[in-house]
């Protein structure tokens, strides 16, 4: 009755292509922000912006997938108790 849900797995590939295109998107950011005609402090204040701005997604991202396995958590224990009810019940037990 019970069915084990399938992990869904990223490929090496995948996640190879999600690493080089972060870096590439850092690389090319930080580039950008080193050859802007502007004042040091502008730059500053736009490097340091930038790695908040990660920072913050990551952290967004994490806090997503934490609340989805938990729900899954908590849905895996709520079919197990209906399981048990089920299996536990006598439909022809006099009440």
Known sequence: MSETPVKQQSTAAFYGQ???????????????IFQLSADAWVRGFLAISVLYLVTSAFTLAKVIRDRQEAGQIVSRVDQARVEKLLANHDPFEKL
């Open 18 to 32: 999600a690493i080089a295109s972060f870096a590439v998107a850092m690389a090319a950011t930080a580039v950008g």
